[in-house]
């Protein structure tokens, strides 16, 4: 089976700009969260969804936004880049219910300059 | 807010060492994972503890959870050059998808 699969795998952006990123679930999981991940530190949660709700939500600003497509892959949209955004964005997929275990994608790495 | 502090942060040995790194929380988790990532990639789920004072062995690595759930231990034994990589603890959630991450321990086994 198919782990979870995140596009694009690198982007560059300049400040202001918008991005949108990409992830596809394990097959037969709902959730999915999304995490940045900044060089040194561990994976701060940005948002979780399930069955197309948003579920949960980290401390990011309103320009972090995410959707849920009914074939439970998510989008996850940044505008007005910022310096500070550049990151690692890593995209995880979860049974809900489950013991808190979370299957990562490769991650989508983002330099704004 | 809950916090997971993970020590050393750094560590770097011989090949055929032992080490233990370590994961702390003044809050109780209802699960903890560890999780190795390496560079450029995502983590890799390790391993799942529920149960305080909970023993896992999973080859040359063996995980502990605290009594009380707040602490967590990664005792490698023998390490090797593929050991090489970033250990995070996470503290689960039971709606899953949302945990908390400490900020690794970096491993470096030499050869």
């Known amino acids: 089976d198919a782990g979870v699969t995140q596009s694009p795998t690198h982007l560059i952006k300049t400040r202001g700009q918008q991005v949108t990123l990409r992830c596809s679930p394990i097959?037969?999981?709902?959730?999915v969260s999304w995490y940045q991940q900044v060089l040194g530190q561990g994976p701060q949660f940005i948002f979780q969804?399930?069955?197309?709700?948003?579920?949960g939500r980290g401390n990011f600003p309103d320009r972090f936004s995410a959707r849920q497509f009914p074939n439970y892959s998510s989008e996850l949209n940044v505008n007005a880049l910022l310096l500070g955004d550049s990151a690692l964005y890593l995209c995880?997929?979860?049974?809900?219910?489950?013991?808190?275990?979370?299957?990562f994608g490769e991650g989508s790495r983002l330099t704004v300059l | 807010t809950q916090l997971l502090e993970q020590s050393p942060q750094f560590l770097s040995i011989q090949e055929g060492e032992n080490l233990t790194v370590y994961c702390n929380s003044s809050?109780?988790?209802?699960?903890l994972q560890w999780y190795r990532q390496e560079p450029g990639e995502g983590p890799v789920l390790l391993v799942t503890?529920?149960?305080?004072?909970e023993v896992k062995k999973l080859k040359r690595l063996t995980f502990q959870f605290g009594d009380a759930r707040k602490d967590s231990s990664l005792h490698i034994t023998a390490a090797q050059p593929g050991d090489t990589g970033l250990y995070l603890c996470?503290?689960?959630?039971?709606?899953?998808?949302?945990?908390?991450f400490g900020d690794g321990t970096t491993l470096t086994v030499k050869p």
């Open positions: 995880a997929s979860s049974l809900l219910g489950g013991t808190g275990e979370l299957f």
């Open positions: 097959s037969g999981h709902k959730s």
């Open positions: 969804y399930y069955e197309k709700e948003e579920r």
């Open positions: 809050s109780v988790f209802s699960s």
């Open positions: 503890v529920v149960t305080g004072g």
């Open positions: 996470a503290g689960g959630d039971t709606n899953a998808g949302k945990s908390t």
